[in-house]
């Protein structure tokens, strides 16, 4: 399997209560000396209409948001799938969701 790509969403096991689920992933490239981890936003059906969740209508998803709250770094082992690719306006409403959570002011 090749390695995640930032931007791309894949099927990702996140464990027994989390479920198999599609994700985002947000990490950038690993360098060989780092730890085989990536970082995802996970995607989900179940809307609660928090300002964190960010809608992105894709082909290959069905009708939700990726849930910026509920950021999660997990061993690359547990990416099962590539599904598509957002596009980079996409990405960055994503990122933008994961920087407000975070309380991290991208626009100064």
Same mark, same amino acid.
């Given at each position: 399997?090749?390695?995640?790509?930032?931007?791309?969403?894949?099927?990702? +096991?996140?464990?027994?209560?989390?479920?198999?689920?599609?994700?985002?992933?947000?990490?950038?490239?690993?360098?060989?000396? +780092?730890?085989?981890?990536?970082?995802?936003?996970?995607?989900?059906? !179940?809307?609660?209409?928090?300002?964190?969740?960010?809608?992105?209508?894709?082909?290959?998803?069905? !009708?939700?948001?990726? +849930?910026?709250?509920?950021?999660?770094?997990?061993?690359?082992?547990?990416?099962?799938?590539?599904?598509?690719?957002?596009?980079?306006?996409?990405?960055?409403?994503?990122?933008?969701?994961?920087?407000?959570?975070?309380?991290?002011?991208?626009? !100064?």
């Amino acid at each position: 399997m090749r390695p995640p790509r930032r931007g791309e969403v894949w099927l990702v +096991d996140l464990g027994l209560a989390a479920k198999i689920r599609p994700c985002l992933v947000l990490g950038v490239p690993l360098a060989e000396a +780092d730890r085989a981890l990536v970082t995802v936003v996970p995607h989900t059906t !179940s809307l609660r209409g928090t300002g964190y969740e960010i809608p992105v209508a894709v082909p290959f998803l069905r !009708s939700g948001a990726f +849930d910026t709250q509920g950021i999660v770094t997990v061993p690359a082992v547990r990416l099962m799938r590539l599904l598509g690719t957002l596009s980079p306006e996409q990405l960055q409403a994503v990122v933008a969701g994961v920087c407000s959570w975070l309380g991290i002011n991208i626009g !100064s």
